[in-house]
């Protein structure tokens, strides 16, 4: 009876070092730089916003990305910007596996979101972007992207998504008021484009 009660000890002190020695996956939070922006993302991981971004200048990104496999969580907060300048919300260019998810974004001079391939946007609004004389799109992309449950209205300079070719695809966002809807990818169903289902 001791031996066996000892030996349930030993596996429940064994499993607790194995959980204490488990690296954690904290996100890392984001905010507005001392120096200004754009907020620089320079090392792959998971990332998360805890205030609103207030943008108040024309040039910079928001937040630039010069590493792929990131994953960004607005949390609930906006990016905002000036309504003016070239400056992107997300301007992950020729990155990959880059996700942003839960947030608003708007306002920006030049694009929404962009990133490489393999990118994700998942229940992001997209409003308003692309004011600035350069223009941009609301989501920018490459090959293989899931643009998802997201609402991009008004970026009357650029393309609601425009995507390299049909193997990224855009599911049950709601898409309105942009210069052009979307170029490029699959339509996978539930998407409302100016007020129909009829979408590219």
Known sequence: MVR???SAL???IVFAIAFAAAPAHAQMKLVKPAGG???K????GSYILDANLLVGVILPDAIKV???NVSINLNGFAIIGPAAGSGMGVDAVGQNNVTVTNGTITGMGGAG?????NGTVQNVRIIANGVGASGGDGVACGTGCLISGSVIAGNASGDAISVTDATSGYLNNIIT???ATVVGGTNMGGNICNGTATCP
Do not use: D, Y
Not at 113 to 117: E, L, P, R, V
């Open 4 to 6: 066996g009660r000892f």
């Open 10 to 12: 030993l596996v429940a």
């Open 37 to 39: 922006f754009p907020v």
């Open 41 to 44: 993302i320079t090392k792959s």
């Open 66 to 68: 010069s590493v792929s």
């Open 113 to 117: 979101i962009s990133t490489g391939n």
């Open 177 to 179: 008021g942009n210069l």
